[in-house]
């Protein structure tokens, strides 16, 4: 008996609440929001700053047998008047503990460095 009730229930409020095709909410049609001018181009690739990652990896003789590549990201370092367009490689654990990550950034030039992590 209940499921009958609960069943009438939900079909008629599906009629009580539907809106037929001519109301709308706004009446005058939305306008595209305008799209961003992408004019940065980083000087320094993606494939160059990763080719350049790994040859500090094999440098510094880091183990990232235990780490996965998590994600990359483009950023800008430094003071408002002194930003330096980078790349970020973060690394994850294997085992998933906070704070063992490995953070390694690479500068529009090729320099390669590692960000402390806790």
Known sequence: MRFL???LVLLF????????????IVDEPINELPKPKLSFRPKFTLQKAFKQMEKYIEKEKIDTSKYYLSSVTSFQYGSEKKKKPMWLFAWGHENGILGNYLHIIVDMDGNVGELPTM
């Open 5 to 7: 009730v609960v069943f």
């Open 13 to 24: 409020s599906s009629f009580a609440f539907a809106q037929d095709s001519k109301s709308r």
